[in-house]
């Protein structure tokens, strides 16, 4: 596909990037001469535009495409960000941060490898545990974290840790070289120091997973075949994506990973907004071993390494079932030249049993419908875990994202007999610690228009009385969060909390305000101390619920690089202004994930667990608005 033609496929501000977009920002940049000889590119994606671009476009309009790029020039801590008009060939801003670090690259990690299997201290340190093959050992290069050790200052650092592979088919993490640690300055490829707390066996066993290594497998599993013999029901034009009555655009950011844009719903003849823009904003996964070894893990999965950077690409029959539509996604690499990676993202239809159903026994008839679902997926590789990001959309304008959580668990090796105290024995000589993983989304509500407000809604029992004398009575409680302060907020489950966006201005057919709610699911908060290391650059993770109202660059919950900072960047720093919320164009940031206690069944690979939640309309529709889905079979309409 020639330049040219790429350029043609940019027909909306919202498009997905294209190869000719990262060539040009990033020749752009050089031009400038003010980068080195060969800087490493930590970030390529889409300066998205201002929302009454968005919202006012029209086919064929001209618009201004630009780019945003995140630039390590050096081995220092430090990088630029510059925003780039693709259209004009031209730097539209330009700003070097000093004391910032970038997301880990995968370029410097490994030559922190390779620097750490050179090194004598590290080589002497595998001796002493038997291991003369340093090849054999495996090293996963951390997220160093903040710590205030000598190290961190003026640098960019990892710690490295060790997994004995026997044979390169084994699983790494089933032999941690433990009581070991490697820093590295990641910038120059330079060792900085080996800590050895002391030799741990190595634990015995291999931990494969294969199939050849479980023989027999079961042979009484029979075909279960998806066929949609005359297609699938949605259409695909660039990245825009129509299904039943919904519309949105889809693309993949590096850090974020999968993002909706412009979700709205066909109802009479317009389609109504919904969600501005929906993605993981970020993620943190902290360990509760308080041990020198385990105690400083903490992995912010976005900022820290991208979930878009780690995306899989997805294989039929595996990853998706069914008639599929695979979104590519191009990325710029560390160079600065442009890559796709195919099949970042899966989209098809699924049958999800009922939608509704009534049986009318006065009359012997019954109507069922059944439901169905458009999903939209993608799945990440962060070191040992796999991460699956699953938008649904139902057919009664309910919104649903599923994270599932599978891979390996990071572990320990423990010596014969010891009973660990903050984690579980999975295997002979091998332990798992106890961990978290808290997401955050941020939902850049549109609901009917972008003036909204926010309420929190709880059930509430009503003193026994006069007016309650069965002492049964329970009423919904609302509250107006009318200021970033205020709605900063926690689930109360045995309340069944759930928060409303509303749209004052706009009223069904009973002339109630319209709305949609917002359900969590499993929602654990941070259980380290909020003033610990991790309690400040995690902050988003001690409430399921922040607000705030919305300004051009608030995009990430941690802050836009959480790499080594010292914490109380993203959403404590913004919303501290305590803006208010009342008719404002508002952002939800809803935390929500796993603690995850392991299991011996999550060894040696861990089956699927789950968390997210769901997005409802309350009062958005006049009335059920699946009333028109049509009966799937003869059977199920009628007597």
């Avoid at 001209?62 to 004009?88: K, Y």
């Avoid at 002979?428 to 997401?439: I, R």
Wanted: net charge negative.
């Amino acid at each position: 596909m020639t330049a040219t033609d790429e350029r043609a496929k940019v027909d909306h501000p919202l498009a997905a990037l294209t190869a000719d977009d990262v060539t040009v920002a990033v020749e752009v940049a050089k031009a400038t001469g003010r980068l080195i000889d060969k800087p490493l590119f930590a970030y390529v994606g889409i300066q998205e535009p201002d929302k009454e671009t968005v919202r006012n476009h029209t086919p064929g309009d001209p618009f201004d495409r630009q780019l945003r790029l995140v630039i390590v020039n050096g081995p220092d801590a430090s990088v630029i960000e510059a925003v780039v008009s693709v259209t004009e060939r031209a730097v539209r801003s330009w700003e070097v941060l000093e004391g910032t670090r970038p997301a880990l690259l995968i370029e410097e990690a490994i030559r922190a490898i390779r620097a750490l299997r050179e090194s004598p201290d590290w080589q002497a340190a595998l001796a002493r545990r038997g291991i003369v093959d340093v090849e054999q050992v495996q090293i996963d290069p951390w997220p160093a974290g903040s710590f205030g050790v000598e190290h961190e200052e003026g640098r960019r650092i990892s710690r490295c840790l060790p997994y004995y592979r026997e044979d390169p088919t084994d699983n790494g993490y089933a032999r941690p070289v433990e009581g070991l640690i490697g820093f590295v300055d990641m910038g120059r490829s330079e060792v900085l120091e080996i800590v050895d707390y002391g030799v741990v066996p190595l634990p015995p066993g291999r931990g494969r997973y294969f199939p050849e290594d479980h023989e027999p497998l079961r042979t009484d599993l029979k075909p279960l075949n998806i066929e949609q013999p005359e297609g699938p029901s949605f259409t695909v034009e660039g990245n825009l994506v129509r299904w039943q009555k919904w519309s949105f655009r889809v693309t993949m950011d590096p850090y974020e990973g999968l993002v909706l844009h412009t979700l709205g719903y066909e109802d009479q003849g317009r389609v109504r907004p919904i969600l501005h823009r929906a993605a993981v904003s970020e993620m943190v996964v902290p360990y509760g071993d308080p041990g020198p070894m385990h105690g400083w893990k903490n992995a912010f999965d976005a900022g820290e390494w991208g979930l878009g950077r780690m995306a899989n690409s997805l294989t039929l029959g595996c990853d998706c079932l069914g008639v599929i539509h695979y979104f590519d996604a191009v990325y710029a690499d560390e160079r600065g030249r442009p890559h796709t990676l195919e099949n970042a993202i899966c989209m098809h239809e699924e049958d999800y049993g009922i939608l509704w159903k009534h049986l009318d026994m006065n009359i012997g008839r019954a109507e069922v419908r059944r439901s169905r679902r458009l999903v939209i997926s993608s799945i990440a590789t962060v070191g040992n875990y796999e991460y699956g990001f699953y938008w649904y959309l139902y057919l009664d304008g309910t919104i649903q994202l599923e994270v599932k959580l599978t891979g390996i668990m990071s572990t320990q090796a423990v010596a014969p007999g010891d009973d660990p105290s903050y984690a579980t024995v999975v295997a002979p000589g091998l332990a798992a610690p106890y961990h978290q993983h808290l997401f955050n989304v941020r939902l850049d509500m549109d609901v009917d228009g972008p003036l909204n407000r926010v309420y929190e809604v709880e059930s509430r029992p009503v003193p026994p009385g006069p007016d309650n004398p069965w002492a049964n009575a329970f009423t919904a409680e609302s509250t107006l969060l009318a200021s970033e302060k205020d709605a900063t907020r926690l689930i109360e489950p045995q309340r069944s909390r759930y928060w409303k966006v509303v749209n004052p201005k706009s009223t069904n057919a009973l002339g109630q305000p319209v709305a949609y709610k917002l359900v969590p699911g499993p929602t654990p908060t941070l259980l380290a101390d909020p003033e610990s290391s991790v309690g400040k650059r995690g902050r988003f993770a001690t409430a399921n619920l922040w607000v705030t109202k919305f300004a051009p660059g608030e995009q990430r919950a941690a802050g836009d690089h959480p790499n080594q900072h010292e914490g109380l960047d993203g959403l404590p720093r913004w919303t501290a202004a305590d803006r208010s919320l009342v008719d404002e164009d508002v952002v939800l940031w809803h935390t929500f994930g796993v603690t995850h206690i392991p299991r011996p069944e999550d060894w040696p690979v861990m089956p699927v667990e789950y968390t997210g939640f769901h997005l409802v309309p309350v009062g958005f529709f006049d009335a059920n608005p699946a009333l028109d889905v049509p009966p799937n079979d003869p059977h199920c309409s009628g007597g």
